[in-house]
């Protein structure tokens, strides 16, 4: 008898739809990728692939990174608001 008939579907939580993530998803992921050698910030539901071992200069490095990003953002919509 095949069993697998009557088993219940199993959900696969990594099939998800395509979509595009939001802007500051993929800042997020481009740091992480430069600065701390992250693929991806995805869970990936393994230890190995989720948890990293990263040196403190590299997330010393990451910080500045999105510190400038911001700064750079700000200074952005400041100088619309001013145009406006």
């Avoid at 088993?7 to 481009?30: T, V």
């Avoid at 990451?62 to 510190?67: P, R, S």
Wanted: glycine share 2%; with cysteine; aromatic share 6%.
């Amino acid at each position: 008898m095949n069993q697998s008939v009557n088993a219940p579907h199993r959900i696969n939580h990594k099939e998800k739809p395509m979509k595009s993530k939001p802007p500051l998803d993929k800042l997020f992921e481009q740091i992480a990728n430069e600065h701390l050698y992250i693929e991806t910030l995805e869970t990936q539901h393994r230890d190995r692939l989720d948890f990293h071992e990263v040196a403190v200069w590299g997330v010393k490095c990451a910080l500045a990174a999105a510190y400038a990003a911001g700064l750079a953002e700000a200074k952005k919509v400041q100088a619309s608001e001013a145009q406006s």
